[in-house]
């Protein structure tokens, strides 16, 4: 989902998240472009 999905969703503005539980943002990755995709996704993962 976008943020913006997020922020107008009544679920998950009912459930608190973002203001009183945390959550992540994740920078935008293709998922079905081989292998540099995942390998950006797994380096934001390890980095951590």
Do not use: H
């Not at 999905?5 to 920078?27: A, H, T």
């Not at 293709?30 to 797994?42: E, K, V």
């Amino acid at each position: 989902m976008t943020q913006a999905d997020l922020e107008n969703s009544y679920i998950w503005q009912r459930l608190g998240f973002g203001k009183n539980r945390c959550m992540k943002v994740l920078p935008p990755v293709w998922l079905f472009g081989g292998l540099i995709p995942s390998r950006t996704l797994l380096s934001f993962y390890t980095m951590q």
